[in-house]
Nanobody
Framework: QVQLVESGGGLVQAGDSLRLACAAS????????MGWFRQPPGKEREFVAG????????YYVASVKGRFSISRDNAKNTMYLQMNSLKPEDTAVYYC???????????????????WGKGTLLTVSS
């Protein structure tokens, strides 16, 4: 069993930067491909970024590429999402997700996720 807890959300202004964190319980964090999803108000949840178990491979959705950076520290059982140049359209509840020994490509459609966090709200004002 893995529990995921997101933190770092809040209210920021357009153009600001913020870092989200996802802390995982358990001793097998390094066996999980990890990812960030978000759900804007009134919209469906969407994939944002994913990172392989080793951290050597990452993938971003086009709307955040070049502005967001995903990373992980397996020694600390924590994944991060550094978000720069934030826009109002980045407003959403951000969720972290884990797939056991999965591929980022598999994670992207939101299916087959083994564990979800409860989310943290980011609001970007214009």
């Amino acid at each position: 069993q893995v529990q995921l807890v997101e933190s770092g959300g809040g209210l920021v202004q357009a153009g600001d930067s913020l870092r989200l964190a996802c802390a995982a319980s358990g001793r097998t964090f390094s066996s999980y491909t990890m990812g960030w999803f978000r759900q804007p108000p009134g919209k469906e949840r969407e994939f944002v970024a994913g990172i392989s178990w080793s951290g050597s491979t990452s993938y971003y959705v086009a709307s955040v590429k070049g502005r967001f950076s995903i990373s992980r520290d397996n020694a600390k059982n924590t994944m991060y999402l550094q978000m720069n140049s934030l826009k109002p359209e980045d407003t959403a509840v951000y969720y972290c997700a884990a797939v056991y020994r999965g591929a980022i490509a598999t994670m992207r459609n939101g299916h087959g996720i083994d564990y979800w966090g409860k989310g943290t709200l980011l609001t970007v004002s214009s």
